[in-house]
């Protein structure tokens, strides 16, 4: 069976330090992968997904990037934070063409302060 | 013009009477359709898709689709206070560029009260 890692569970960090959240996905290959983010009483907003290793697009301009070094690990990054990022950041996996279903990982929630 | 709508809420419902959770969308192309539940502080579960017109039954759980109408539901059947969370819908659409993806509501907050 798949099963999907998110870590830290939790992080407090200063506005203007840099940011690393990590994801990974076991028991699948080639997953299409993403990056969601969901402010309090807010939707989710899709920040970045991943079709392959070094592949990334981009839903929204702002400070955060992505980037696929492996098949199945997703890396979330900032340079500098914003009290703005502050959020509970999910990573999901898709099994690819012709499925549609999305499973979200546990999730990060990140202050920052 | 969001692509999908929810009622916030929240819904209330006693123990053990049916909940019922609504959704539509704008755009007639919305090929696939989700829903999620999620609990407080908890990332979002998938509980149910479905992808032809009709209704289809998992469980306590019912998910209706009227392509039609732009509409979706969720059904859930002798509702308990565990089914208390916030349920997201969401629909797959593809514009023709490198990858479909979802589109999510912003949930519907549903309460089971003893």
């Known amino acids: 069976s798949q099963t999907i890692h998110q870590w830290p569970a939790t992080l407090v960090q200063p506005v203007g330090s840099p940011l690393s959240l990590e994801c990974t996905v076991e028991?699948?290959?080639?997953?299409?992968l993403y990056w969601y983010r969901q402010a309090a009483g807010r939707g989710l907003q899709l920040l970045f997904y991943?079709?392959?290793?070094?592949?990334i697009s981009s839903e929204v301009p702002q400070n955060l990037s992505a980037s696929r070094p492996q098949d199945r690990q997703f890396i979330l990054s900032s340079k500098k934070l914003l009290l703005s990022d502050s959020g509970f950041y999910l990573c999901?996996?898709?099994?690819?063409?012709?499925?549609?279903?999305?499973?979200f990982g546990p999730g990060t929630r990140l202050t920052v302060t | 013009q969001k692509e999908v709508e929810q009622n916030s809420g929240p819904l209330s419902v006693p123990e053990g009477a049916i909940a019922s959770l609504n959704c539509t969308y704008s755009?007639?192309?919305?090929?696939?359709f989700f829903w999620y539940r999620q609990y407080s502080g908890k990332s979002p579960e998938l509980i149910m898709f479905?992808?032809?017109?009709g209704d289809k039954e998992d469980g306590r759980f019912t998910a209706q689709l009227n392509k039609a109408s732009q509409y979706v539901s969720l059904l859930i059947r002798d509702s308990q206070p565990s089914d208390s969370a916030t349920y997201l819908c969401?629909?797959?659409?593809?514009?023709?560029?490198?990858?479909?993806?979802?589109?999510f509501g912003r949930g519907t907050q549903l309460t089971v009260w003893p």
């Open positions: 755009d007639r192309g919305s090929q696939s």
């Open positions: 028991g699948t290959s080639n997953p299409n």
């Open positions: 991943s079709v392959g290793i070094g592949q």
């Open positions: 969401a629909v797959y659409l593809d514009r023709g560029s490198t990858l479909g993806r979802l589109y």
């Open positions: 479905i992808y032809s017109n």
């Open positions: 999901a996996w898709q099994r690819g063409l012709g499925s549609y279903e999305q499973y």
